[in-house]
Protein backbone atom coordinates (compact mmCIF):
# COMPACT_ATOMS: atom_id res chain seq x y z
CA UNK A 1 0.00 0.00 0.00
CA UNK A 2 0.89 3.47 -0.69
CA UNK A 3 1.37 6.21 1.30
CA UNK A 4 -1.62 8.38 1.33
CA UNK A 5 -1.21 11.71 -0.04
CA UNK A 6 -0.90 14.52 2.55
CA UNK A 7 -4.53 15.98 1.71
CA UNK A 8 -5.75 12.59 2.61
CA UNK A 9 -4.84 13.36 6.57
CA UNK A 10 -7.74 14.68 9.42
CA UNK A 11 -6.79 16.88 12.75
CA UNK A 12 -8.27 15.31 15.94
CA UNK A 13 -7.04 17.92 18.91
CA UNK A 14 -8.07 19.06 22.53
CA UNK A 15 -5.54 21.61 23.60
CA UNK A 16 -3.18 19.31 24.82
CA UNK A 17 -2.93 16.36 21.81
CA UNK A 18 -3.47 16.25 18.25
CA UNK A 19 -3.35 12.89 15.65
CA UNK A 20 -3.59 13.03 12.07
CA UNK A 21 -5.97 10.15 10.69
CA UNK A 22 -5.94 8.55 7.16
CA UNK A 23 -9.21 8.11 5.34
CA UNK A 24 -8.18 4.60 5.81
CA UNK A 25 -8.88 5.02 9.47
CA UNK A 26 -5.37 4.70 10.54
CA UNK A 27 -3.64 7.30 12.89
CA UNK A 28 -0.24 7.41 11.32
CA UNK A 29 0.74 10.87 13.46
CA UNK A 30 -0.18 11.21 17.52
CA UNK A 31 1.40 13.31 19.98
CA UNK A 32 -0.21 12.99 23.30
CA UNK A 33 0.56 15.70 26.24
CA UNK A 34 1.88 18.30 23.83
CA UNK A 35 1.78 18.90 20.55
CA UNK A 36 5.59 19.31 20.71
CA UNK A 37 5.73 16.00 22.22
CA UNK A 38 7.69 12.77 20.95
CA UNK A 39 4.96 10.98 19.21
CA UNK A 40 3.80 8.01 19.61
CA UNK A 41 2.32 6.80 16.29
CA UNK A 42 5.01 7.72 13.58
CA UNK A 43 4.02 5.67 10.50
CA UNK A 44 3.56 9.16 9.17
CA UNK A 45 7.30 9.42 8.64
CA UNK A 46 8.25 6.20 8.09
CA UNK A 47 6.11 3.91 6.63
CA UNK A 48 7.25 0.85 7.49
CA UNK A 49 8.22 1.36 11.19
CA UNK A 50 6.86 4.43 12.72
CA UNK A 51 4.03 2.65 14.25
CA UNK A 52 0.17 3.40 13.98
CA UNK A 53 -3.20 2.64 15.16
CA UNK A 54 -5.16 1.28 12.62
CA UNK A 55 -8.94 0.26 12.42
CA UNK A 56 -9.97 -0.51 8.88
CA UNK A 57 -12.49 -3.38 7.16
CA UNK A 58 -10.75 -6.82 5.83
CA UNK A 59 -13.18 -6.44 2.50
CA UNK A 60 -12.57 -4.07 -0.21
CA UNK A 61 -14.94 -0.37 0.25
CA UNK A 62 -15.74 2.97 -0.16
CA UNK A 63 -15.01 5.57 2.37
CA UNK A 64 -16.82 9.05 3.17
CA UNK A 65 -15.63 11.28 6.13
CA UNK A 66 -16.80 14.54 7.61
CA UNK A 67 -16.33 16.22 10.74
CA UNK A 68 -19.88 16.28 13.05
CA UNK A 69 -20.74 19.60 12.62
CA UNK A 70 -18.79 22.44 14.39
CA UNK A 71 -16.80 19.89 15.84
CA UNK A 72 -13.23 18.67 15.62
CA UNK A 73 -15.18 15.18 15.97
CA UNK A 74 -14.24 12.64 12.90
CA UNK A 75 -16.55 10.60 11.76
CA UNK A 76 -15.36 8.30 8.93
CA UNK A 77 -17.93 5.34 7.19
CA UNK A 78 -16.71 2.79 5.69
CA UNK A 79 -19.23 1.10 2.79
CA UNK A 80 -17.91 -2.99 1.98
CA UNK A 81 -20.46 -5.54 0.25
CA UNK A 82 -21.52 -6.65 3.56
CA UNK A 83 -22.16 -3.76 5.35
CA UNK A 84 -21.63 -0.09 6.81
CA UNK A 85 -19.52 0.61 9.72
CA UNK A 86 -19.33 4.69 11.17
CA UNK A 87 -15.80 4.82 12.93
CA UNK A 88 -15.58 8.29 15.55
CA UNK A 89 -12.36 9.54 16.14
CA UNK A 90 -11.60 11.97 19.19
CA UNK A 91 -9.62 13.09 21.94
CA UNK A 92 -11.49 13.38 24.90
CA UNK A 93 -11.94 17.10 26.24
CA UNK A 94 -10.70 18.32 29.85
CA UNK A 95 -12.59 18.26 32.67
CA UNK A 96 -12.33 17.67 36.36
CA UNK A 97 -13.82 14.30 36.28
CA UNK A 98 -12.25 13.31 33.18
CA UNK A 99 -8.30 12.66 32.21
CA UNK A 100 -6.45 14.70 29.51
CA UNK A 101 -5.04 13.25 26.43
CA UNK A 102 -7.26 10.61 26.05
CA UNK A 103 -7.59 9.34 22.51
CA UNK A 104 -11.01 7.23 21.83
CA UNK A 105 -12.21 5.42 18.55
CA UNK A 106 -15.90 4.23 18.70
CA UNK A 107 -16.89 1.96 15.74
CA UNK A 108 -20.68 1.46 15.27
CA UNK A 109 -22.51 -0.67 13.20
CA UNK A 110 -25.04 0.82 10.60
CA UNK A 111 -25.85 -1.81 8.60
CA UNK A 112 -24.94 -5.75 7.76
CA UNK A 113 -21.93 -7.02 9.23
CA UNK A 114 -18.59 -5.79 8.72
CA UNK A 115 -15.07 -7.74 9.34
CA UNK A 116 -12.66 -5.15 10.61
CA UNK A 117 -8.70 -5.44 11.50
CA UNK A 118 -7.73 -4.01 13.99
CA UNK A 119 -4.05 -3.19 14.89
CA UNK A 120 -2.39 -0.76 17.43
CA UNK A 121 1.75 -0.62 17.11
CA UNK A 122 2.60 2.04 19.50
CA UNK A 123 6.58 3.82 18.59
CA UNK A 124 8.18 5.62 21.05
CA UNK A 125 11.22 8.58 20.78
CA UNK A 126 9.11 9.30 16.53
CA UNK A 127 8.87 5.54 16.00
CA UNK A 128 12.46 4.24 16.72
CA UNK A 129 11.96 2.51 20.55
CA UNK A 130 9.04 -0.69 19.89
CA UNK A 131 7.59 -1.02 23.54
CA UNK A 132 7.17 -3.43 25.84
CA UNK A 133 3.43 -4.62 25.58
CA UNK A 134 1.90 -6.13 28.71
CA UNK A 135 -1.42 -7.21 29.48
CA UNK A 136 -3.16 -7.22 32.65
CA UNK A 137 -6.48 -9.14 32.06
CA UNK A 138 -9.86 -7.42 31.10
CA UNK A 139 -8.80 -6.37 27.87
CA UNK A 140 -6.33 -3.94 29.88
CA UNK A 141 -2.53 -3.33 28.28
CA UNK A 142 -0.04 -1.11 28.87
CA UNK A 143 3.00 -0.15 26.34
CA UNK A 144 6.17 0.12 28.49
CA UNK A 145 9.45 2.43 26.47
CA UNK A 146 12.21 4.31 28.47
CA UNK A 147 10.25 7.19 30.10
CA UNK A 148 7.04 6.66 28.21
CA UNK A 149 3.90 4.89 28.99
CA UNK A 150 0.22 3.84 27.58
CA UNK A 151 -2.64 2.38 28.97
CA UNK A 152 -4.66 0.53 26.41
CA UNK A 153 -7.97 -0.86 27.04
CA UNK A 154 -11.84 -1.08 25.87
CA UNK A 155 -13.59 -3.91 24.71
CA UNK A 156 -11.61 -5.08 22.02
CA UNK A 157 -9.85 -8.50 22.35
CA UNK A 158 -6.50 -7.78 20.99
CA UNK A 159 -3.62 -9.99 21.04
CA UNK A 160 0.00 -9.29 21.43
CA UNK A 161 2.04 -9.60 18.59
CA UNK A 162 6.03 -10.35 18.99
CA UNK A 163 5.60 -8.36 22.18
CA UNK A 164 5.26 -5.05 20.25
CA UNK A 165 2.32 -4.91 18.56
CA UNK A 166 -1.38 -5.66 19.58
CA UNK A 167 -4.10 -7.21 16.78
CA UNK A 168 -7.40 -8.64 16.46
CA UNK A 169 -10.06 -9.37 13.88
CA UNK A 170 -13.45 -8.37 14.89
CA UNK A 171 -16.86 -8.81 13.11
CA UNK A 172 -19.35 -5.25 13.72
CA UNK A 173 -23.06 -5.90 13.30
CA UNK A 174 -25.80 -3.74 12.62
CA UNK A 175 -26.31 -1.81 16.03
CA UNK A 176 -23.69 -2.63 17.91
CA UNK A 177 -20.34 -0.70 19.40
CA UNK A 178 -16.98 -1.43 19.66
CA UNK A 179 -14.84 1.18 21.63
CA UNK A 180 -10.91 1.85 22.21
CA UNK A 181 -9.40 4.49 24.47
CA UNK A 182 -5.59 5.09 24.38
CA UNK A 183 -3.95 7.14 27.55
CA UNK A 184 -0.33 8.63 28.08
CA UNK A 185 1.04 7.40 31.70
CA UNK A 186 4.99 8.22 32.61
CA UNK A 187 6.12 4.63 32.42
CA UNK A 188 7.30 4.74 36.23
CA UNK A 189 3.78 4.89 37.48
CA UNK A 190 2.76 1.75 35.22
CA UNK A 191 5.76 -0.29 36.43
CA UNK A 192 5.52 -2.40 38.63
CA UNK A 193 2.43 -1.09 39.53
CA UNK A 194 -1.14 -3.00 38.20
CA UNK A 195 -2.77 0.12 35.74
CA UNK A 196 -6.39 0.85 35.95
CA UNK A 197 -8.43 1.96 32.64
CA UNK A 198 -8.59 5.77 32.98
CA UNK A 199 -12.31 5.82 31.88
CA UNK A 200 -14.53 3.59 29.81
CA UNK A 201 -18.17 5.68 29.60
CA UNK A 202 -16.61 6.50 25.77
CA UNK A 203 -20.16 7.52 24.74
CA UNK A 204 -20.36 10.40 27.66
CA UNK A 205 -16.97 11.52 26.56
CA UNK A 206 -18.38 11.62 23.06
CA UNK A 207 -21.05 13.68 24.42
CA UNK A 208 -18.81 15.82 26.29
CA UNK A 209 -16.37 16.69 23.36
CA UNK A 210 -19.19 17.16 21.09
CA UNK A 211 -20.57 19.96 23.49
CA UNK A 212 -17.37 21.27 23.93
CA UNK A 213 -16.69 21.72 20.53
CA UNK A 214 -20.14 23.40 19.60
CA UNK A 215 -19.84 25.70 22.95
CA UNK A 216 -17.02 27.25 21.57
CA UNK A 217 -17.98 27.68 18.24
CA UNK A 218 -21.30 29.39 19.36
CA UNK A 219 -18.84 32.41 20.80
CA UNK A 220 -18.57 33.43 16.89
CA UNK A 221 -19.78 37.34 16.74
CA UNK A 222 -19.66 37.42 13.00
CA UNK A 223 -21.74 36.33 10.56
CA UNK A 224 -20.92 36.40 6.80
CA UNK A 225 -20.96 35.14 3.32
CA UNK A 226 -18.53 31.97 3.75
CA UNK A 227 -19.14 31.89 7.58
CA UNK A 228 -18.89 28.27 8.00
CA UNK A 229 -15.83 28.32 5.95
CA UNK A 230 -14.07 30.91 7.99
CA UNK A 231 -16.08 28.71 11.29
CA UNK A 232 -14.36 25.25 10.36
CA UNK A 233 -10.33 26.98 9.70
CA UNK A 234 -10.80 28.87 13.42
CA UNK A 235 -11.99 25.36 14.96
CA UNK A 236 -8.31 23.99 13.05
CA UNK A 237 -6.61 27.49 14.85
CA UNK A 238 -8.42 26.87 18.29
CA UNK A 239 -6.89 22.59 17.87
CA UNK A 240 -3.26 23.84 17.38
CA UNK A 241 -3.14 26.09 20.68
CA UNK A 242 -1.82 24.64 23.78
CA UNK A 243 -4.48 25.47 26.25
CA UNK A 244 -2.48 25.05 29.22
CA UNK A 245 -0.06 28.18 28.01
CA UNK A 246 -1.85 30.10 25.65
CA UNK A 247 0.69 29.39 23.35
CA UNK A 248 -0.23 28.53 19.64
CA UNK A 249 1.11 25.79 17.40
CA UNK A 250 2.36 26.81 13.71
CA UNK A 251 1.70 23.18 12.52
CA UNK A 252 0.92 19.77 14.30
CA UNK A 253 3.42 17.94 12.14
CA UNK A 254 7.28 17.50 11.71
CA UNK A 255 9.14 17.02 8.78
CA UNK A 256 6.37 17.02 5.48
CA UNK A 257 8.48 18.04 3.16
CA UNK A 258 8.01 21.29 0.87
CA UNK A 259 8.85 20.11 -2.44
CA UNK A 260 8.14 16.69 -3.31
CA UNK A 261 11.26 13.80 -2.00
CA UNK A 262 12.83 17.28 -1.04
CA UNK A 263 15.03 18.42 2.20
CA UNK A 264 13.22 21.22 3.15
CA UNK A 265 11.32 19.51 6.27
CA UNK A 266 11.32 21.79 9.18
CA UNK A 267 9.26 21.11 12.30
CA UNK A 268 6.65 23.46 12.60
CA UNK A 269 5.01 22.39 16.20
CA UNK A 270 6.04 25.64 18.40
CA UNK A 271 4.78 28.86 18.74
CA UNK A 272 6.20 31.54 16.38
CA UNK A 273 5.43 35.55 17.44
CA UNK A 274 4.55 36.53 13.76
CA UNK A 275 2.09 33.29 13.02
CA UNK A 276 0.77 33.94 16.37
CA UNK A 277 0.06 37.49 15.65
CA UNK A 278 -1.92 36.60 12.27
CA UNK A 279 -3.86 34.35 14.32
CA UNK A 280 -4.76 36.47 17.17
CA UNK A 281 -6.50 39.32 14.55
CA UNK A 282 -8.42 37.21 12.71
CA UNK A 283 -9.72 35.09 15.87
CA UNK A 284 -10.25 38.17 17.20
CA UNK A 285 -12.06 39.86 14.12
CA UNK A 286 -14.10 36.43 14.66
CA UNK A 287 -15.34 37.27 18.56
CA UNK A 288 -12.81 34.56 19.85
CA UNK A 289 -11.01 37.12 22.46
CA UNK A 290 -9.50 34.57 24.67
CA UNK A 291 -7.02 33.40 22.07
CA UNK A 292 -5.60 36.98 22.28
CA UNK A 293 -5.42 37.27 25.51
CA UNK A 294 -4.15 34.11 26.08
CA UNK A 295 -1.01 34.36 24.21
CA UNK A 296 -0.61 38.09 25.28
CA UNK A 297 -0.01 36.62 28.63
CA UNK A 298 2.33 33.63 27.11
CA UNK A 299 4.54 36.60 25.83
CA UNK A 300 4.74 38.53 28.90
CA UNK A 301 5.73 35.45 30.59
CA UNK A 302 8.06 33.88 28.14
CA UNK A 303 10.31 36.49 27.83
CA UNK A 304 10.26 37.65 31.41
CA UNK A 305 9.03 41.24 30.58
CA UNK A 306 12.21 41.96 28.04
CA UNK A 307 12.34 42.91 24.99
CA UNK A 308 15.98 41.74 24.64
CA UNK A 309 14.68 37.88 25.08
CA UNK A 310 12.54 38.14 22.70
CA UNK A 311 12.99 35.33 19.79
CA UNK A 312 10.99 34.66 16.81
CA UNK A 313 9.84 30.81 18.49
CA UNK A 314 9.44 29.04 21.43
CA UNK A 315 8.38 26.03 22.52
CA UNK A 316 4.61 25.23 23.61
CA UNK A 317 5.72 25.32 27.27
CA UNK A 318 7.73 28.67 26.61
CA UNK A 319 10.67 27.18 26.67
CA UNK A 320 13.64 28.82 24.44
CA UNK A 321 15.42 26.42 23.32
CA UNK A 322 14.61 24.12 20.48
CA UNK A 323 18.13 22.75 19.62
CA UNK A 324 17.02 21.26 15.79
CA UNK A 325 18.55 18.17 14.86
CA UNK A 326 18.28 15.11 12.84
CA UNK A 327 16.43 11.81 13.38
CA UNK A 328 18.83 9.11 12.15
CA UNK A 329 16.63 5.81 11.10
CA UNK A 330 13.38 7.08 9.78
CA UNK A 331 12.48 7.10 6.22
CA UNK A 332 10.66 10.11 5.72
CA UNK A 333 7.49 11.00 4.62
CA UNK A 334 7.39 9.22 0.68
CA UNK A 335 11.15 9.22 1.62
CA UNK A 336 11.59 12.78 1.88
CA UNK A 337 15.06 13.31 4.19
CA UNK A 338 16.04 14.46 6.61
CA UNK A 339 13.33 14.03 9.48
CA UNK A 340 14.03 16.84 12.22
CA UNK A 341 13.05 17.85 14.89
CA UNK A 342 13.66 21.17 16.98
CA UNK A 343 13.89 24.50 14.49
CA UNK A 344 17.12 26.40 14.14
CA UNK A 345 14.92 29.42 13.93
CA UNK A 346 15.14 30.03 17.55
CA UNK A 347 18.42 31.95 17.58
CA UNK A 348 16.89 34.22 14.08
CA UNK A 349 17.61 37.61 13.78
CA UNK A 350 13.78 38.24 12.36
CA UNK A 351 12.74 42.48 12.83
CA UNK A 352 9.32 41.96 12.20
CA UNK A 353 8.36 40.08 15.39
CA UNK A 354 8.88 43.78 17.18
CA UNK A 355 6.17 45.14 15.02
CA UNK A 356 3.82 41.81 15.10
CA UNK A 357 4.05 42.36 18.93
CA UNK A 358 3.42 45.52 19.17
CA UNK A 359 0.76 45.12 16.72
CA UNK A 360 -1.17 42.36 19.23
CA UNK A 361 -0.97 45.05 21.78
CA UNK A 362 -2.49 47.62 19.93
CA UNK A 363 -5.26 45.66 18.77
CA UNK A 364 -5.55 44.23 22.11
CA UNK A 365 -5.82 47.57 23.71
CA UNK A 366 -8.67 48.36 21.31
CA UNK A 367 -10.82 45.79 22.41
CA UNK A 368 -9.72 46.20 26.19
CA UNK A 369 -8.76 46.00 29.26
CA UNK A 370 -5.89 48.72 29.25
CA UNK A 371 -2.31 46.97 29.45
CA UNK A 372 -0.48 46.84 32.84
CA UNK A 373 2.42 48.81 33.71
CA UNK A 374 5.02 46.06 33.33
CA UNK A 375 3.37 45.20 29.64
CA UNK A 376 4.05 48.93 28.74
CA UNK A 377 7.58 48.11 29.92
CA UNK A 378 8.17 45.31 27.61
CA UNK A 379 6.11 47.70 24.77
CA UNK A 380 8.29 50.36 25.14
CA UNK A 381 11.84 48.45 25.48
CA UNK A 382 10.66 46.59 22.46
CA UNK A 383 10.45 50.33 20.30
CA UNK A 384 13.87 51.10 21.95
CA UNK A 385 15.42 47.75 20.57
CA UNK A 386 14.13 48.40 17.48
CA UNK A 387 15.83 52.04 17.27
CA UNK A 388 19.12 49.93 17.82
CA UNK A 389 18.34 47.18 15.21
CA UNK A 390 15.93 48.46 12.35
CA UNK A 391 19.36 49.03 10.08
CA UNK A 392 20.47 45.90 10.29
CA UNK A 393 20.15 43.13 8.26
CA UNK A 394 17.72 40.16 9.18
CA UNK A 395 16.86 36.04 8.25
CA UNK A 396 13.21 37.87 7.21
CA UNK A 397 9.69 36.46 7.35
CA UNK A 398 10.99 33.48 5.50
CA UNK A 399 13.18 32.47 7.65
CA UNK A 400 16.29 32.38 5.22
CA UNK A 401 19.29 30.22 5.97
CA UNK A 402 21.39 32.23 3.15
CA UNK A 403 22.97 35.72 3.53
CA UNK A 404 20.95 37.95 5.83
CA UNK A 405 19.52 40.90 3.91
CA UNK A 406 17.54 43.75 4.50
CA UNK A 407 14.48 42.93 3.61
CA UNK A 408 11.66 45.22 2.61
CA UNK A 409 8.84 43.62 4.97
CA UNK A 410 10.96 43.29 7.80
CA UNK A 411 11.62 47.25 7.92
CA UNK A 412 8.16 48.08 7.25
CA UNK A 413 7.14 46.19 10.71
CA UNK A 414 9.59 48.16 12.22
CA UNK A 415 7.87 51.31 11.54
CA UNK A 416 4.41 49.15 12.29
CA UNK A 417 6.44 49.20 15.91
CA UNK A 418 7.33 52.57 16.53
CA UNK A 419 4.13 53.86 15.14
CA UNK A 420 1.39 51.69 17.09
CA UNK A 421 3.67 52.26 20.17
CA UNK A 422 2.91 56.84 19.40
CA UNK A 423 -0.67 55.62 18.86
CA UNK A 424 -0.66 53.77 22.10
CA UNK A 425 1.02 56.58 23.93
CA UNK A 426 -1.81 58.75 22.40
CA UNK A 427 -4.46 56.93 23.52
CA UNK A 428 -3.46 56.20 27.14
CA UNK A 429 -1.71 59.51 27.39
CA UNK A 430 1.51 57.58 28.08
CA UNK A 431 5.02 59.28 28.71
CA UNK A 432 7.29 58.84 25.66
CA UNK A 433 9.75 60.24 23.41
CA UNK A 434 7.06 61.44 20.72
CA UNK A 435 9.50 63.50 18.51
CA UNK A 436 12.26 61.19 18.69
CA UNK A 437 10.07 58.27 17.81
CA UNK A 438 8.27 60.29 15.00
CA UNK A 439 11.70 60.59 13.00
CA UNK A 440 12.41 57.21 13.98
CA UNK A 441 9.37 56.03 11.70
CA UNK A 442 9.92 58.76 9.63
CA UNK A 443 13.34 57.59 8.81
CA UNK A 444 12.42 54.27 8.69
CA UNK A 445 9.92 54.71 6.07
CA UNK A 446 12.21 57.14 3.88
CA UNK A 447 14.46 54.02 4.10
CA UNK A 448 11.78 51.61 2.25
CA UNK A 449 10.42 54.23 0.13
CA UNK A 450 13.86 55.09 -1.37
CA UNK A 451 15.60 51.68 -0.89
CA UNK A 452 13.16 49.09 -0.81
CA UNK A 453 11.33 50.43 -4.03
CA UNK A 454 12.11 49.69 -7.43
CA UNK A 455 11.54 53.64 -9.07
CA UNK A 456 12.34 52.00 -12.59
CA UNK A 457 9.22 49.65 -12.54
CA UNK A 458 7.28 51.69 -10.27
CA UNK A 459 7.18 48.48 -7.43
CA UNK A 460 8.32 47.51 -3.96
CA UNK A 461 11.00 44.81 -4.22
CA UNK A 462 12.04 41.77 -1.86
CA UNK A 463 15.41 43.83 -0.46
CA UNK A 464 17.10 46.61 -0.34
CA UNK A 465 18.75 47.25 -3.49
CA UNK A 466 17.09 43.93 -4.95
CA UNK A 467 14.93 43.53 -8.26
CA UNK A 468 12.91 40.29 -7.18
CA UNK A 469 9.27 40.19 -5.77
CA UNK A 470 8.03 38.50 -2.62
CA UNK A 471 4.60 37.94 -1.45
CA UNK A 472 5.45 39.28 1.93
CA UNK A 473 5.22 42.81 -0.23
CA UNK A 474 1.33 42.16 0.05
CA UNK A 475 1.20 42.67 3.61
CA UNK A 476 2.63 46.30 3.64
CA UNK A 477 -1.17 47.77 2.85
CA UNK A 478 -2.43 45.46 5.45
CA UNK A 479 -0.71 47.07 8.45
CA UNK A 480 -1.46 50.64 6.97
CA UNK A 481 1.83 51.58 5.88
CA UNK A 482 0.52 51.80 2.06
CA UNK A 483 -3.01 52.36 1.01
CA UNK A 484 -4.33 49.13 -1.24
CA UNK A 485 -5.34 51.25 -4.51
CA UNK A 486 -2.02 53.61 -3.79
CA UNK A 487 -0.64 52.79 -7.77
CA UNK A 488 2.34 51.97 -6.31
CA UNK A 489 0.93 49.00 -4.23
CA UNK A 490 -1.86 48.08 -7.47
CA UNK A 491 1.87 47.74 -9.61
CA UNK A 492 3.43 46.15 -7.00
CA UNK A 493 0.31 43.45 -6.81
CA UNK A 494 0.29 42.95 -10.35
CA UNK A 495 4.29 42.75 -10.77
CA UNK A 496 3.98 39.46 -8.45
CA UNK A 497 0.76 37.94 -10.04
CA UNK A 498 3.45 38.02 -13.18
CA UNK A 499 6.59 37.19 -11.46
CA UNK A 500 5.49 34.51 -8.85
CA UNK A 501 2.46 32.84 -10.26
CA UNK A 502 3.27 28.70 -10.48
CA UNK A 503 0.21 28.04 -11.56
CA UNK A 504 -3.46 29.76 -11.91
CA UNK A 505 -4.52 30.75 -8.27
CA UNK A 506 -1.30 29.38 -6.62
CA UNK A 507 2.20 31.36 -6.30
CA UNK A 508 5.80 30.71 -4.74
CA UNK A 509 6.37 33.10 -1.67
CA UNK A 510 9.41 34.66 -3.50
CA UNK A 511 11.55 34.42 -7.08
CA UNK A 512 14.63 32.25 -4.80
CA UNK A 513 11.58 29.85 -4.49
CA UNK A 514 10.75 29.06 -7.55
CA UNK A 515 11.55 25.29 -8.30
CA UNK A 516 12.94 24.76 -5.08
CA UNK A 517 9.53 24.28 -3.18
CA UNK A 518 6.20 24.13 -3.72
CA UNK A 519 3.30 27.28 -4.06
CA UNK A 520 2.66 28.62 -0.83
CA UNK A 521 -0.90 28.86 -0.04
CA UNK A 522 -1.07 31.96 2.42
CA UNK A 523 0.29 33.86 -0.36
CA UNK A 524 -2.45 33.42 -2.71
CA UNK A 525 -4.88 34.47 0.38
CA UNK A 526 -2.86 37.48 0.91
CA UNK A 527 -3.36 38.70 -3.07
CA UNK A 528 -7.31 37.76 -2.48
CA UNK A 529 -7.84 40.22 0.53
CA UNK A 530 -5.55 42.80 -1.59
CA UNK A 531 -7.15 42.31 -4.59
CA UNK A 532 -10.72 42.69 -2.90
CA UNK A 533 -9.82 46.09 -1.10
CA UNK A 534 -8.51 47.71 -4.30
CA UNK A 535 -11.98 46.76 -6.08
CA UNK A 536 -10.75 43.56 -8.33
CA UNK A 537 -13.54 41.48 -6.80
CA UNK A 538 -14.09 38.80 -9.39
CA UNK A 539 -10.30 38.00 -10.08
CA UNK A 540 -10.12 37.81 -5.86
CA UNK A 541 -12.85 35.17 -6.45
CA UNK A 542 -11.25 32.87 -9.00
CA UNK A 543 -7.89 32.95 -6.85
CA UNK A 544 -9.52 32.39 -3.77
CA UNK A 545 -11.95 29.44 -5.63
CA UNK A 546 -8.73 28.02 -7.03
CA UNK A 547 -6.53 27.96 -3.99
CA UNK A 548 -9.78 26.20 -1.52
CA UNK A 549 -9.87 23.46 -4.01
CA UNK A 550 -6.15 22.19 -2.98
CA UNK A 551 -7.53 21.55 0.23
CA UNK A 552 -8.78 17.51 1.59
CA UNK A 553 -12.30 16.86 1.59
CA UNK A 554 -11.97 18.15 5.00
CA UNK A 555 -11.23 21.58 4.42
CA UNK A 556 -7.57 21.45 5.94
CA UNK A 557 -4.64 23.17 4.38
CA UNK A 558 -0.88 22.57 4.72
CA UNK A 559 1.81 25.16 3.98
CA UNK A 560 1.86 24.73 0.43
CA UNK A 561 1.04 23.14 -3.04
CA UNK A 562 2.34 21.39 -5.64
CA UNK A 563 1.69 23.82 -8.47
CA UNK A 564 1.83 20.72 -11.22
CA UNK A 565 -0.67 18.37 -9.34
CA UNK A 566 -2.64 20.60 -6.72
CA UNK A 567 -1.64 18.25 -4.05
CA UNK A 568 -0.36 19.17 -0.35
CA UNK A 569 3.13 20.07 0.79
CA UNK A 570 4.54 20.49 4.17
CA UNK A 571 2.96 20.43 7.54
CA UNK A 572 -0.62 19.77 8.14
CA UNK A 573 -2.81 21.93 9.32
CA UNK A 574 -0.73 25.20 8.70
CA UNK A 575 -2.14 27.41 11.20
CA UNK A 576 -0.76 30.47 8.23
CA UNK A 577 -2.91 29.15 5.55
CA UNK A 578 -5.80 28.92 7.65
CA UNK A 579 -5.51 32.47 9.45
CA UNK A 580 -5.30 33.67 5.63
CA UNK A 581 -7.91 31.62 4.46
CA UNK A 582 -10.29 33.41 6.87
CA UNK A 583 -9.14 36.81 6.62
CA UNK A 584 -9.58 36.34 2.94
CA UNK A 585 -12.96 34.51 3.14
CA UNK A 586 -13.79 37.83 5.10
CA UNK A 587 -12.86 40.48 2.77
CA UNK A 588 -14.97 38.21 0.19
CA UNK A 589 -18.00 37.86 2.25
CA UNK A 590 -18.22 41.10 3.33
CA UNK A 591 -17.55 42.63 0.06
CA UNK A 592 -15.19 45.09 1.90
CA UNK A 593 -13.00 47.75 -0.30
CA UNK A 594 -12.58 50.65 2.12
CA UNK A 595 -8.79 50.76 0.67
CA UNK A 596 -6.33 51.63 3.60
CA UNK A 597 -5.55 48.73 5.59
CA UNK A 598 -4.57 50.37 9.32
Not at 65 to 94: A, I, K, N, Q, W
Not at 405 to 415: A, E, N
Request: charged share 25%.
Amino acid sequence: MQQPPIKDYALIADGQSAALVSKEGSIDWCCLARIDAESCFSRLLDWEGGGACIIQPVADHEVARCYLDRTMVLETRFHTPDGEVCLRDFLGVHGPDNPADQLIRIVEGISGEVALNVEISPRFCYGQVAPWIRCHGDRLFTALGGDRGLVIYGDVDLERCDGHDLRAQVMVRQGERLCLGIHPQPAYTLYPAQPEAPGTDFEARLEEAIAYWRDWASQCAEDFAGIDQALRSALIIKSLIYHPSGAIAAAATSSLPEQAGGRKNWDYRFSWIRDSAFAIKVMSDLGFEEVARGFRYFIERTTAGSAEDLQPIYGLDGGHILTERKLQGLAGYRGADPVRIGNAAESQKQLDIYGELLEVAFEGAQRGPEPDREYWHLLRSTVELVETLWQQPDEGIWESRGESQHYTHSKVMCWVAVERMLKLAAQFDLDVPVQRWRSLANNIRQAVENRGYDHERGVFVRAFGSTKMDCALLLLPRVGFIDFRDERMMRTVDEIRRKLEAAPGLFYRHEDAIGEEGAFIACSFWLVECLVEQGRDEEARKIYQRVSAVAGDLGLFSEMADPDTGELLGNLPQGLSHYSHISATMALGRGRGAGQGD
